[in-house]
Structures are given as C-alpha cells and as structure tokens.
C-alpha cells in the first residue's frame, strides 16, 4: 500500500507531522506489514508537541472523519464550536494552556478541554487513531477533493463502494455518480476536473514549503568528504513557485569517488535513487520525506561557473539570441570567471536568476531598474485581525509589525459577507476605527491604517454601503465566494469592483490556492487594463499557497503603470514573514521598489491614501 500520496494531501510543514503521525500510530497498532517498516523508519521527532494552529487543523480532521461515519450532530457541533473559538474567538494560544484554563474557555467543553491539551503535550490522541482505523486510506483522499463534502463521500463509500480516488474515477467514467441521488451530471463534471486538477499536481511541492528542508539536505551534503560547494539549482534557484524536480550542484575534488560516498549515504538522505536515470556524474532519484524529484549533478571545481549558469537559467533564456547566436552557445564559447562577467562581455547588464525564464528579462535589461528587495519594504498592508479571523489582536498585529522594524501597519479584516471568517459588522468596524485611533496616539510615530477587506459580491459591487466604505483609508477588494465562474463572467465582475471609486488595491485576483484549488480564468490584460485606468494597484498576495498577482503578469502591469502592493495576508504575527515569498514573486516579475505601495514611506503611502480619495469624490 502506497502511504506518499497520503501524507502529502495536507501540505502544511508541521500536519505533515501530525498525519504521519498518527497513520503510523494507526498502522504498527493493526499491524499492516507493508506499512510497518517505512512508519519505523521515521524520525523519532515526529512525536512532537503540536502549537495552536496544529491543533485547529487536527480538529478539523477529526470533524470530517466524525461527519464521514455519521457520528450525532450534537458531538460534532461541539468540535465545529471548539475549532471556531479557536479560530476566531481566544487570543491566547491554546497549546500554551492547561486542561484547566482551556475548560474556562467559552466554546470548550471539558471533553474537547482534554483532547486539545493532550495533542498539545503529546503530539497524538487515540480519538483520531479510532477514526482512522475504520477509515479507508484511499478514503481520505477522497475527503480531500474540492466540492466533496463529507456526506457526499460517505454516500459514495456507501452507496457505491468507493474507497478511493481510483474507483471514484471508474464510476465517474460509467456515469454512476451521476445516477446516484443527490449527485447528477454536474456534480459528477465536477469530480472528474477536481480528480485531473489533482492528477495533475502529484509530485509538485511549494517552494516555501521545501525551502527549509532544502537548506538541511545541502548542509548534510556539504558535510561530505571532497565536497568543494554545493547549491540548489534550476528551477529552485529560479524561485518558481512549485517545484517539480529538486536539482543540486555539488562541486567535488573526485567525481567518482563523491558519487560512491553519495550512494552509501541515499538512506540516511531520505533519497531512494532511479539507477536506470542515473549516471556516473548524475543521481536521479526521489526525496521520500517531500515526494519530490531529485537531481544531483557532480562536477568539478574549475567546471562550477559552467554548469552554474546552464543548469541556474530557464531553456528559453539559454535559447534567446544575442546578435544572431544562443545565449547559451556565446557561453560555451568562452571562459568566465563569473555571470556577471559573462553578461558583461554580451552587453547585458547582470540578468538575476529568478528572471531568466526567458519572457521579460531582456525588455528589463534595457532599463535595469534595482529589483525590489526583501529591506526595501517599510509597511505591510492587507493583515487580518482578531476582529474577524486573524489569531492576534490588533494591538500585537501592530506592536510585532513594529518590533521588525516597519512603520505602518495596514489592518484589513474581512467585511461582513464573509461570515465564514468573522466579517465585521458596521458597528465592529466602527469600534476597530476607535481602537485604531488610540493605538495610533499611543505608538506615534508608528501608524495603523484602517482597511478592509471587501468581499467583492457576485455582481462586482462592494460589501457595505459608501458612506462606511469612504470611511477607511483604503480598501482591498477581494473574491472570496462563487468562485465557479467563466473567463467572462469572472472579469465583468472584478472590472466592476475595480471601477468602484472605493476600491483601492485589488485583492489576490484569480482566487487560486497553489496544489489545491485552480484560479478562476480571467482576462488578465483586460482586468489590469482597468486597474490602470482607475488607478488601482493590484496585491501580490504573498501567502506561499496564493501568490496572486502571479508572476508572469507582473512585468506587463508595470508597462501599464499599475503599481503593486506585496500583501502578506497575515493572520498571526509570524504572517508577516510571507512578504518575503511575495518579493520573490515581484522580483521574477521585474517589480522595483518606486511601483511597490508598502516600500513607500508612511508619510508618501498616507499622503497617496487622502489624495486619491479626494480626486476619487470629484469624479
């Protein structure tokens, strides 16, 4: 039985933890021989304690797999009620308190009081194992389709027999699902796009998800003996978004001799080699513990900057000609100390390696602007709140923006359409003003705006009426529901948002969740032709999962003059550390810091606020 898929439905870097977890627990409990031995090979420190947000997303594990097999209402209300709380509705952080203050808690009981302090001390708890148990593995693939709730899957399991993602397709193919009550052509349409999208995205990890465990596999490796350097490549060295294959540079003083050393060590590597791939100066194989792809390329010291650059640079940038000849070919040709100087010797200023995939990155160089970088941001705009569904109050939302040395804070919590998140209402967005204004006075010169998010509603206007709308300083508008939309249908309604003199900056555009949820088609140059026009500025959302404006479409929105705002989306503190990810996006993209809203001084950002309000009430 195959465990990889499972453990990688849920991409989170510490509930991959969790999962593994309990499903080995699950499995060396019931004895299935086939799993018992890659459950004993893991790391001992996957029993660990879990945090809050671990915790939360436990639980909603446990939710579905209670709705699955049909446990009462009144039990799973009460987990549904826990999760909330600890969602949206308790600013301390739950792995951080006893049995005894959780029970004190609104919304937790004393039965969910223990089950949350256990997994917060143990890392396990046997109700999940239970549930597990008399679950089918493939069942939980299943669970993790888009469109398919728990009571449907069930119906499925039931009905037809389904216990996995395989047999869901089969009977999708021969029109039972469609045959089936409460399900029809339509919902079976729907199965088998969410089953392709799924297909299609197997083997691929984020990029921020893997960036950790990258730097821990190139250390373990430099720690060889004869190993000269070594350094991620191809497309991580790009920092594209998702990765499909890991490729590694290792510098070596033998070649032969690394590669034997290398092949002992594959084990303690966590890598499970593909011989019939590999070759004398090349391991192909695949890294267990992230299901990915790997590629390691041994080469010699004098040969690095060669095969730096080659392996370091998209085929299409190596392909473009310079004066009637590749790129990659006046390279080869010569012998150069560096990139830069190679680029130099071409007449190029020095191309970055996130650029170079061959789309934009020579219309760049003709006016190399300094790329926006990670020191160049001064505020974070677009942050949520423990007034809707962020995990800390505003007060530490702004006092951990100003610990990190930024000066401006923008709070935009959702509006009150998004429900599901806590949106606020007209008299909670009046008494978050009223905290805003005394946070203000008291951490002078530091700066909180008032924002929002506004739910772009499906015929493109605005949550909440203008007089409350002209209230804020500005406003992210964003699409968070009827996402099944047609190219048409979904770019007349982010044009009307964006004609909407309160809109301000348009919120992650296509609504796409990296690996788990396709965007919405769009008309990408009709939607930032209108944000040129109304001088909106578009949100690159940062969050690793979203990172939308994507990065192809960022060069052509400054040809336009739109300007962009790296938007953390942060729900906790430690949030704010995806701006970083979102300058990445930015930098593939040629974004510069004069068209970047939050590398604008506080005073500039303010200053732009109240003058496009002004100009905005004339029109």
């Not at 045959?179 to 199965?191: D, H, N, P, V």
């Not at 969410?194 to 730097?215: H, P, T």
Request: glycine letters at 8%.
């Amino acid at each position: 039985m195959e465990t990889r898929g499972f453990f990688l439905l849920f991409k989170g870097k510490a509930f991959d933890f969790i999962l593994k977890q309990y499903f080995c627990t699950f499995v060396l409990k019931i004895g299935l021989p086939a799993l018992r031995g890659p459950c004993t090979r893991l790391d001992p420190s996957i029993f660990m304690k879990l945090g809050h947000k671990e915790i939360t997303k436990t639980l909603k594990l446990l939710i579905k797999l209670m709705e699955l097999h049909g446990e009462n209402s009144f039990k799973i209300g009460s987990y549904q009620k826990a999760v909330n709380t600890l969602e949206r509705g308790m600013e301390q952080d739950a792995s951080q308190l006893s049995e005894a203050e959780l029970r004190e808690i609104p919304g937790i009981g004393k039965s969910l009081a223990e089950v949350i302090a256990t997994l917060a001390q143990t890392g396990q708890h046997a109700i999940l194992g239970e549930f597990l148990e008399k679950t089918p593995e493939g069942l939980l693939e299943v669970l993790e389709l888009k469109g398919l709730g728990p009571k449907k899957v069930q119906a499925l399991w039931k009905e037809l027999g389904i216990s996995s993602t395989h047999e869901l397709m089969e009977a999708c193919r021969s029109g039972q699902v469609a045959a089936l009550k409460g399900f029809g052509k339509k919902t079976q349409e729907s199965i088998l796009e969410a089953l392709a999208f799924r297909e299609e995205q197997a083997g691929k990890r984020l990029y921020a998800d893997i960036e950790q465990a990258v730097a821990r596999l190139v250390a373990d490796m430099e720690a060889l003996e004869g190993v000269l350097r070594v350094a991620p490549t191809g497309a991580f060295r790009r920092a594209m978004e998702i990765i499909e294959e890991l490729e590694l540079l290792v510098a070596v003083e033998h070649a032969p001799r690394f590669m034997a050393q290398f092949g002992e060590r594959l084990e303690a590597f966590g890598l499970q080699a593909d011989e019939r791939r590999s070759s004398p100066f090349t391991f192909r194989g695949t890294w267990e513990q992230e299901g990915l792809q790997v590629a390691v390329y041994a080469c010699s010291e004098p040969d690095w900057e060669r095969q730096w650059f080659l392996r370091g640079s998209a085929k299409a940038h190596l392909l473009h000609s310079i004066k009637e000849k590749p790129l990659a070919q006046w390279f080869q040709e010569g012998s150069w100390e560096s990139e830069e100087a190679f680029y130099a010797h071409v007449g190029l200023p020095f191309i970055p390696a996130p650029l170079r995939e061959g789309l934009m990155e020579f219309t760049w160089a003709e006016d190399p602007k300094a790329l926006l970088e990670e020191k160049d941001l001064v505020g974070t705009l677009h942050n949520h709140s423990t007034y809707s569904d962020g995990q800390h109050t505003l007060r530490e939302m702004a006092e951990a923006a100003r610990q990190l040395g930024l000066t401006y804070l923008g709070i935009s919590d959702h509006s009150r359409a998004a429900s599901y998140a806590g949106g606020l209402s007209i008299e909670e967005v009046e008494q978050q003003w009223r905290e805003i204004e005394a946070l203000n006075e008291e951490m002078a010169p530091f700066r909180i705006f008032k924002g929002i998010e506004s739910d772009i509603l499906p015929d493109g206007s605005l949550d909440y009426p203008d007089e409350v709308l002209a209230g804020f300083d500005f406003v992210v508008s964003s699409i968070h529901s009827g996402l099944s939309m047609d190219r048409q249908k979904a770019t007349e309604r982010l044009i009307r948002a964006i004609k909407n003199p309160y809109t301000t900056i348009l919120g992650h555009p296509t609504g796409r969740l990296l690996l788990r949820r396709a965007a919405y088609p769009i008309d990408h140059r009709a939607v930032i032709d209108a944000c040129a026009e109304e001088e909106v500025a578009i949100e690159i959302n940062a969050n690793p999962w979203r990172l939308d404006l994507d990065w192809r479409w960022v060069h052509y929105a400054l040809s336009k003059g739109v300007r962009l705002a790296i938007n953390p989306d942060a729900h906790t503190k430690e949030g704010y550390a995806d701006m970083r990810f979102g300058v990445l996006v930015g930098q593939k993209g040629g974004l510069h810091p004069e068209m970047t809203l939050n590398a604008w001084s506080q005073e500039e950002l303010a200053r732009y606020f109240e003058e496009r309000k002004k100009k905005k009430r004339k029109q």
